[in-house]
């Protein structure tokens, strides 16, 4: 993500919960830059496709809860398929969460959820699968662009 002042304080709030935890967090984007030398916190830095953060990883954490609007790094790891553990706020403007990913109100917590997913493939994989599921059906463009035109036809008439 970027180096804006809500994702600075999301991985603030996120190294709280890591302290003596075996749990590598990547940090994508131009908010690797604020990584501190010798965290938990591992720095990427840019990347060029859209997707490679969310290839590259199996679970994602959305620390980022402040702000306005949807964060595009949650549609997008949604989009991927990928199990998502979420601090609360962080989803906003979102559809109700149907289980298509965790939501947790301290940085523990997320470690926990964290290290559970990264441990055992089953859940990992259905939570993935249920993000996937709730992209299709709520975010798809083609979908979401197929009802509009829908709609429109049928006020038309």
Not at 27 to 50: C, H, K, M, N, T
Not at 87 to 112: F, I
Not at 115 to 140: D, M, T, W
Request: proline share 4%; net charge positive; charged share 20%.
């Amino acid at each position: 993500g970027s180096s804006n002042r809500f994702n600075c304080e999301g991985l603030q709030w996120l190294q709280g919960g890591l302290h003596g935890r075996r749990l590598p967090v990547h940090v994508f984007g131009r908010a690797a830059a604020i990584v501190l030398q010798g965290s938990e916190l591992v720095p990427q830095g840019s990347y060029s496709d859209w997707t490679h953060p969310y290839e590259q990883c199996g679970v994602i954490l959305l620390a980022s809860a402040a702000g306005t609007g949807v964060q595009i790094k949650a549609v997008e790891a949604l989009a991927c398929g990928r199990a998502i553990v979420a601090r609360k706020g962080a989803m906003r403007g979102l559809p109700e969460n149907d289980g298509a990913w965790v939501e947790v109100s301290d940085p523990g917590e997320m470690v926990v959820q964290a290290i559970r997913l990264c441990s055992f493939a089953a859940p990992r994989e259905e939570l993935g699968a249920r993000a996937r599921q709730y992209y299709e059906r709520h975010l798809n463009s083609d979908r979401i662009n197929a009802k509009l035109k829908q709609l429109y036809a049928e006020l038309g008439s």
